[in-house]
Structures are given as C-alpha cells and as structure tokens.
C-alpha cells in the first residue's frame, strides 16, 4: 500500500490516547499498512516507542490553540502525502483535521475518535460546554465517529444526536504472555500502584483521603506520571503524615512494570470514557479498585475489581481495608486476564480496520 494511513496527534507526551497510537501502529505495520504520524509538536517520550518503519511528521507548532495555522499546515502536509484515510483521537486534533479536510486538496477519509464521555464535558473539562459544541458540529460534518465504549456511544447519541453513525473501536492492549496462577497471599507492605497525569480530573486527591483512612495497615503507594498538580499532592500527603509511604516516578513511557509487580491498581479519575489502565493492569493480573466514571464500570462489570462513588472516599477506604487485609476476595490473577483478554490490542485494530476497509484497495 503506497499511500499512507495517518495518525494525528498534538504531541506524544504520555496518556492513554497517546500509547493507543503506539500499540495500533505496531500491529498496523505489521499487518501491511504504510503508518505514520503527524503531530502539532514533536515532543514527549512516546516518541521513542514508535517502531521505526512509522515516519513522524512535525508540524512545528507549539500553541495548540492556532488551530486554523494548524489546520493550513496540517492540509499542506496531506496534499503531499495523499494519505488513504486520517485518524484522530482527541478534539483538538479532531477540529483540526476537519477544518483540514474542508481546504482545497486530495481527498482521504477521516476517522475521529472520541474517547471522553460527552456528557460530562461540562461538569469535568474546562470550557467543556464550548468545545461540545464545536466538536458537535465537526461530528456532523463527517457523519460517524469512532467511540472507546458502549458508554461513550450512548452518552455520544444522545449530545450529539442521531445524524451521527456510532462505532465502537475499543482501547487495547499488548496482553501479558504469561500463564495465569492465582496470586499468591498479600505479604506485609502491599504496593499499590495508580497510573495517570497529576491532574484534579484523576482524582489523586481523593485517593490520598482514602488512602489516610487505612494508614493503620501496612501499604505502599507508587504513583505514576507528572503534572501540576504534584506539588499540592505532597503537601497533602505531609498533612496527612502518608508522605513516606509513596513514591512518585514522574512520567514512565512503558509502567507495565510498575502495575505487573503491584498487588492492586488503585484508579480515581472523575470522568473516563474508557480507562486503558484499567485493562493494563488486568492484562498482567493485577486487580482494580477505581472510581465509578462510565469505562472502568464497563470493564469491570463481569469482574477484575471493584468501583466506588467518584468522590467517596470512605467508600473507596471501606475497600482498600477489605482488599489488604482479606486479600483472598480480590479476583485472581486468572480471572483478570480472561476479563482483559477481550481488550487486546489486536482486536482494537480489527475494529479500527473494519472502518478502514472501504479504503485498503485505493
């Protein structure tokens, strides 16, 4: 296949959305098509992660905002390339690609994912109410979008309207190869591990209340990522006298690691259309407590681990107790990865490609 299939991105800094890229291109390159990837600015780690038949297309802006000069470059750069479709997962490169497709130019088809549920932009996104409506339009005007989950295309039907065809291209993972042996008892100071930008909308804050809640258990905690809010968790983790108990690693291109060797994944994000981590951490059988947002109900509904009310956090403590001192009622490290094993990687690009299909011949 000559013409390329392209991915668009602001940056590769590290997030879900973004290692979903890394993992679909793999499997797409080696399925045959010719991937590469178009970012605003060629910045983060994941950068590095990318195999190296994927070329990187840098578009060189560094204010994200100048979407309309994005969009001017981001079309000059489809003119010469005359990729076979376009695929973009987040709404500022979705609002780009679309005032794109609308300039002078070859034509491709265009795939836009959207992987936050709609109907909680306004409550959890600044300027949510804003960017629902311009992403409204954009959806319209392409006539389908590709969701992360049947929760993400119900909440999607009903902001967006029926106009819209609603696909479903699931989030995957590279599962773990492992066999799947139960785990083994909890040894004193069980680690847990929680994965996720050190932003309010992770909820960090409440896992550190409830975290305080069993500081009379032996425990620790690793936290992975970076963000502005690090300083304000430290501090509250000194208030609370937690702070020797928790290691923060900052941003971690691969933390497969990190969750395999962990005995739980502890996840308190306000809003998620999905929760890949949540599916990582299922893949090596670590299991899950996390905060009741739409995916990590959906993933967790026939098992893996446990949800609690976003925000309560004594009901979040109330499991942490059970958890680290009966760990026996945790799910096993068999049951996780048969749960995990339906979000593989592979089977994310079989539904991204049954999109792609009406194109692979041009």
């Known amino acids: 296949m000559s013409r390329p299939l392209l991915f668009v991105h602001p940056h590769m800094e590290i997030g879900g959305a973004e290692r979903q890229t890394v993992l679909a291109a793999k499997v797409l390159a080696d399925r045959g098509w010719k991937v590469g990837l178009v ?3 060629a910045k983060g780690n994941l950068l590095t992660q990318l195999p190296q038949n994927v070329e990187v297309h840098d578009l060189g802006i560094e204010q994200h905002a100048l979407a309309l000069l994005t969009a001017v470059r981001l079309r000059r ?31 491709f088809q265009l795939v836009l994912a959207e992987s936050l ?53 699931p989030p995957g993972v590279a599962l773990f190869s492992g066999s799947g042996v ?12 929680s994965v996720g930008a050190l932003r309010p909308l992770k909820g960090h804050r409440d896992l550190v209340e409830a975290l305080a809640q069993v500081a009379d258990l032996p425990w620790s905690w690793t936290v992975i990522g970076d963000g502005p809010e690090r300083e304000d968790l430290a501090q509250l983790l000194d208030r609370r006298g937690l702070r020797g108990r928790v ?58 681990g446990w949800v609690f009310r976003r925000g309560d956090t004594a009901e979040a403590a109330r499991l942490l107790r059970v958890a680290l001192t009966d760990p026996h009622q945790l799910p096993s490290q068999h049951t996780c990865r ?10 994310s690009v079989d539904a991204l490609e049954a999109l792609l299909n009406p194109v692979r011949s041009r």
Request: aromatic fraction near 6%.
């Open 182 to 193: 139960d785990r083994a008892p909890l040894t004193t100071g069980p680690t847990i591990v």
């Open 247 to 304: 290691t923060f690693t900052g941003e971690v291109p691969d933390p497969s690691s990190y969750i395999a060797s962990a005995d739980l994944l502890l996840h308190g994000a306000k809003t998620e259309g999905f929760g890949a981590v949540v599916i990582e951490a299922l893949s090596v059988g670590t299991p899950v407590i996390a905060a009741d947002a739409p995916g990590p109900v959906e993933i967790l509904r026939d098992g893996g």
């Open 77 to 107: 750069l489809l003119n010469q390339l005359r990729p076979v479709a376009v695929v973009s997962k987040l709404w500022s490169s979705n609002l780009v690609c679309e005032l794109a497709r609308r300039m002078p130019g070859a034509g």
């Open 338 to 347: 048969q749960i995990a094993a339906r979000y593989s990687i592979e089977r």
């Open 117 to 169: 549920n709609p109907s909680e932009h306004v409550r959890y996104i600044r300027l949510g109410r804003t960017k629902r409506t311009l992403i409204r339009q954009v959806y319209r005007s392409v006539g389908q979008v590709a969701c992360n989950s049947e929760a993400t295309a119900a909440a999607a039907r009903t902001v967006y309207g029926p106009r819209i065809a609603y696909a479903i291209v």
């Open 39 to 41: 970012v605003f600015e």
